[in-house]
């Protein structure tokens, strides 16, 4: 069985957590970047625990809470460039990659579904 860590939508969601990271590090708004850090920490973060989970039912569950959190990613990512605390092509850059993300995560869901007896 294939690691999560060598899988490719694991590894360009736990990297453009870091990013994200990174990115807003100086931000002094406390709510809004942990609500941003927190919701891309949680796409690789469910992804993992899915993955580990010992049914297929279970690991389709969090792969959607996965998918779910990239949502919530995209949208801060929205809000943070309207009230001009994520650059424009940085924000167009995440936008594009959580986009990404989350159609591997849904091409996953529905294959994992398939295989739920």
Same mark, same amino acid.
């Given at each position: 069985?294939?690691?999560?860590?060598? =899988?490719?939508?694991? +590894?360009? @969601? &736990?990297?453009?957590?870091?990013?994200?990271?990174?990115?807003?590090? *100086?931000?002094?708004?406390?709510?809004?970047?942990?609500?941003?850090?927190?919701?891309?920490?949680?796409?690789?973060?469910?992804?993992?625990?899915?993955?580990?989970?010992?049914?297929?039912?279970?690991?389709?569950?969090? =792969?959607?809470?996965? +998918?779910? @959190? &990239?949502?919530?990613?995209?949208?801060?990512?929205?809000?943070?460039? *309207?009230?001009?605390?994520?650059?424009?092509?940085?924000?167009?850059?995440?936008?594009?990659?959580?986009?990404?993300?989350?159609?591997?995560?849904?091409?996953?869901?529905?294959?994992?579904?398939?295989?739920?007896?």
């Amino acid at each position: 069985m294939t690691r999560f860590e060598e =899988l490719d939508v694991w +590894k360009r @969601s &736990a990297r453009l957590s870091a990013e994200i990271y990174k990115a807003l590090i *100086e931000l002094k708004d406390f709510g809004f970047r942990d609500q941003i850090t927190r919701a891309g920490l949680s796409v690789p973060s469910n992804f993992a625990e899915g993955y580990e989970r010992n049914s297929n039912k279970e690991m389709a569950a969090f =792969l959607s809470y996965a +998918k779910g @959190s &990239a949502g919530e990613l995209r949208t801060q990512r929205y809000i943070g460039m *309207e009230i001009g605390y994520i650059e424009p092509n940085k924000g167009k850059q995440w936008l594009r990659e959580a986009e990404e993300i989350s159609k591997m995560l849904h091409g996953l869901i529905q294959s994992t579904r398939k295989r739920t007896p």
